[in-house]
């Protein structure tokens, strides 16, 4: 693949410049009943590049995109980046307090989003001083209202415009920041370089076979990194990608089809959604692999996939958006182990070390460490988060001044003695959920929100069929107290979006707490582990 073997690549935009320039003709996005070639969206590309310096985009500066996938959405996160700036997108599921923390944490300058998007959160605005622009992708400038601080233009690309690329740019630069949650508080900013993205698609690529045959279905949102990794894969091999954002499962098989898609990339629950679409032989037969990442494939599930995608290698994956990936399971692999993450990916290093920092041996439980250039920056303005998680590399020499860093994954993995790993556990209280990765206490503050008759709220991840963990709430009102936990679940939808959203509300005299006074969420999680299974049955 020529395209891996460009050494001068520095910057993620120059996947598409050239794709462009080999296949100019070729298919590089699909939209609807729409289609983009590669020298188009060059050309789209570099006029959004050209829009945001226009609208005063200086280097570094943070670009937010918060629309669901279309043709605006790519320009946008790609134009940016040609622009110097750094883009960050937002989860178009998202609400508007989510959105606006977002906007403030990483000092966000311009928001591209739509008319029925902004009316949304324009009451948090207010609180966004750094906001300086909004471009609206669907409105002309003739109806376009002032909006206190901010001036709101038309997203109208002006093909006379050309952008200035920053002559200084190196590989090593922001290019994105990815928001991710955590155990505790708010969603943190993942800083991502540009050598970061290049070389996690130089990887993937690698051992996916991508070519500019292959036609990738881009079903996740972009905001995740599993799903921007379709876009950069795709870019870098000269493939087509189908945007899609569907209601009905039966929409996916129609792009299947339509589209004859070769890769399909999802998270366990939507693999599941998919498994009971009405596939037949002729809808699926295009597909010649799938990957999955966000959670454990059961293997009842991956069984029925591979009935129905009969032609189609399946890939297991592993990976965590601080590192992009790190594990995959090789197709050929999978009869024989079984539960296994498989190995590093190309260019990472993956090894399990005991809590001193040792490596462990085979078979010995230990924490799962990422090593080598698909390490992100850290996290953005949280040096004291970024400590915890981003530490000295393991495995690298110690007479370094400037010691290497390694991403400590806070997972609990064991290798056996051909090096293939098993994931065992957690070690934080994240709950993992359609592949998101969800702070209990963002969801209990929204909880807290709900009445101030609420004494104590705990929410955690219980085993479900679908969804591989369900958030259940567990909590307990002052004196006593019934709540309408109806009216409650209702208000949730208005204030937490779909992928955070309680399956459960479960009353609690008390709620049990341990020595430090704390509530006792190792209890809680074991005492209710088959919940979900048992309220099935």
Same mark, same amino acid.
């Given at each position: 693949?020529? &395209?891996?073997?460009?050494?001068?690549?520095?910057? *993620?935009?120059?996947?598409?410049?050239?794709?462009? !320039?080999?296949?100019?003709?070729?298919?590089?996005?699909?939209?609807? %009943?729409?289609?983009?070639?590669?020298?188009?969206? =060059? %050309?789209?590309?570099?006029?959004?590049?050209?829009?945001?310096?226009?609208?005063?985009?200086?280097?570094?500066?943070?670009?937010?995109?918060?629309?669901?996938? =279309?043709?605006?959405?790519?320009?946008? #996160?790609? $134009?940016?980046?040609?622009?110097?700036?750094?883009?960050?997108?937002?989860?178009?599921?998202?609400?508007? !307090?989510?959105?606006?923390? *977002?906007?403030?944490?990483?000092?966000?300058?311009?928001?591209?989003?739509?008319? @029925?998007?902004?009316?949304?959160?324009?009451?948090?605005?207010?609180?966004?001083?750094?906001?300086?622009?909004?471009?609206?992708?669907?409105?002309?400038?003739?109806?376009?209202?002032?909006?206190? %601080?901010?001036?709101?233009?038309?997203?109208?690309?002006?093909?006379?415009?050309?952008?200035?690329?920053?002559?200084?740019?190196?590989?090593?630069?922001? @290019?994105? *920041?990815?928001?991710?949650?955590?155990?505790?508080?708010?969603?943190? $900013?993942?800083?991502?370089?540009?050598?970061?993205?290049?070389?996690?698609?130089?990887?993937?690529?690698?051992?996916?076979?991508?070519?500019?045959?292959?036609?990738?279905?881009?079903?996740?949102?972009?905001?995740?990194?599993?799903?921007?990794?379709?876009?950069?894969?795709?870019?870098?091999?000269?493939?087509?990608?189908?945007?899609?954002?569907?209601?009905?499962?039966?929409?996916?098989?129609?792009?299947?089809?339509?589209? %004859?898609?070769?890769?399909?990339?999802?998270?366990? /629950?939507?693999?599941?959604?998919?498994?009971?679409?009405?596939?037949?032989?002729?809808?699926?037969?295009?597909?010649?692999?799938?990957?999955?990442?966000? &959670?454990?494939? /059961?293997?009842?599930?991956?069984?029925? #996939? =591979?009935?129905?995608?009969?032609?189609?290698?399946?890939?297991?994956?592993?990976?965590?958006?601080?590192?992009?990936?790190?594990?995959?399971?090789?197709?050929?692999?999978?009869?024989?182990?079984?539960?296994?993450?498989?190995?590093?990916?190309?260019?990472?290093?993956?090894?399990?070390?005991?809590?001193?920092?040792?490596?462990?041996?085979?078979?010995? /439980?230990?924490?799962?460490?990422?090593?080598?250039?698909?390490?992100? #920056?850290?996290?953005?303005?949280?040096?004291?988060?970024?400590?915890?998680?981003?530490?000295?590399?393991?495995?690298?020499?110690?007479?370094?001044?400037? /010691?290497? #860093?390694?991403?400590?994954?806070?997972?609990?993995?064991?290798?056996?003695?051909?090096?293939?790993?098993?994931?065992?556990?957690?070690?934080?209280?994240?709950?993992?959920?359609?592949?998101?990765?969800?702070?209990?206490?963002?969801?209990?503050?929204?909880?807290?929100?709900?009445?101030?008759?609420?004494?104590?709220?705990?929410? *955690?991840?219980?085993?479900?069929?679908?969804?591989?963990?369900?958030?259940?709430?567990?909590?307990?009102?002052?004196?006593?107290?019934?709540?309408?936990?109806?009216?409650?679940?209702?208000?949730?939808?208005?204030?937490?979006?779909?992928?955070?959203?309680?399956?459960?509300?479960?009353?609690?005299?008390?709620?049990?707490?341990?020595?430090?006074?704390?509530?006792?969420?190792?209890?809680?999680?074991?005492?209710?582990?088959?919940?979900?299974?048992?309220?099935?049955?």
């Amino acid at each position: 693949m020529k &395209g891996l073997k460009d050494a001068m690549t520095k910057n *993620i935009y120059q996947l598409i410049t050239q794709s462009a !320039a080999r296949y100019p003709t070729r298919p590089a996005l699909h939209f609807k %009943h729409q289609t983009l070639t590669y020298a188009e969206l =060059q %050309h789209g590309v570099s006029s959004t590049a050209a829009l945001l310096q226009h609208c005063d985009v200086q280097r570094f500066d943070r670009v937010a995109v918060y629309l669901p996938k =279309q043709f605006e959405t790519v320009y946008s #996160l790609f $134009g940016s980046a040609m622009a110097g700036a750094v883009f960050v997108p937002v989860n178009p599921g998202l609400k508007a !307090a989510q959105v606006a923390h *977002i906007l403030q944490d990483c000092n966000v300058r311009v928001l591209v989003t739509s008319k @029925a998007r902004l009316a949304d959160i324009e009451a948090e605005l207010h609180l966004c001083t750094d906001l300086h622009t909004v471009l609206l992708t669907d409105a002309s400038s003739a109806d376009i209202a002032p909006l206190a %601080h901010i001036q709101v233009k038309a997203f109208a690309l002006n093909n006379d415009m050309m952008p200035k690329v920053q002559p200084h740019a190196t590989d090593a630069d922001m @290019a994105a *920041i990815l928001y991710t949650s955590g155990s505790t508080g708010k969603p943190k $900013g993942v800083v991502l370089s540009h050598r970061n993205m290049l070389v996690g698609a130089h990887s993937v690529a690698s051992y996916l076979n991508n070519t500019c045959d292959d036609v990738v279905l881009a079903l996740l949102p972009l905001s995740f990194d599993y799903g921007l990794s379709q876009l950069t894969t795709a870019f870098l091999s000269g493939a087509a990608v189908v945007l899609l954002d569907f209601f009905l499962v039966q929409d996916v098989v129609r792009a299947v089809q339509t589209h %004859h898609v070769t890769g399909i990339a999802a998270v366990p /629950p939507l693999w599941a959604q998919l498994a009971k679409a009405n596939w037949t032989a002729d809808s699926s037969k295009s597909v010649r692999y799938l990957t999955n990442s966000g &959670g454990a494939m /059961p293997l009842p599930l991956l069984n029925q #996939l =591979q009935h129905i995608f009969s032609q189609a290698e399946p890939y297991l994956m592993y990976g965590l958006t601080e590192a992009f990936r790190s594990t995959y399971l090789a197709p050929a692999e999978l009869a024989k182990r079984p539960g296994s993450m498989g190995k590093a990916i190309p260019n990472a290093e993956i090894v399990v070390v005991r809590e001193d920092g040792s490596l462990c041996g085979p078979n010995e /439980p230990g924490e799962l460490v990422h090593r080598g250039p698909l390490v992100s #920056l850290g996290y953005w303005n949280a040096p004291e988060k970024t400590a915890e998680r981003f530490k000295a590399d393991p495995v690298a020499p110690k007479g370094i001044q400037l /010691p290497q #860093l390694a991403v400590w994954s806070g997972d609990t993995v064991r290798y056996d003695e051909e090096g293939f790993l098993y994931f065992i556990g957690r070690r934080d209280e994240m709950i993992k959920s359609s592949g998101y990765r969800i702070s209990p206490t963002e969801v209990e503050e929204a909880v807290y929100q709900l009445s101030p008759l609420l004494q104590d709220v705990a929410a *955690i991840g219980v085993p479900h069929a679908e969804l591989g963990q369900a958030i259940l709430v567990l909590f307990a009102c002052k004196d006593g107290q019934q709540p309408d936990t109806d009216n409650w679940s209702n208000q949730l939808k208005r204030s937490l979006p779909n992928f955070m959203q309680p399956k459960a509300l479960v009353a609690q005299a008390v709620l049990p707490k341990n020595a430090n006074g704390k509530i006792d969420r190792k209890l809680l999680s074991e005492q209710y582990q088959d919940y979900f299974n048992e309220a099935t049955v």
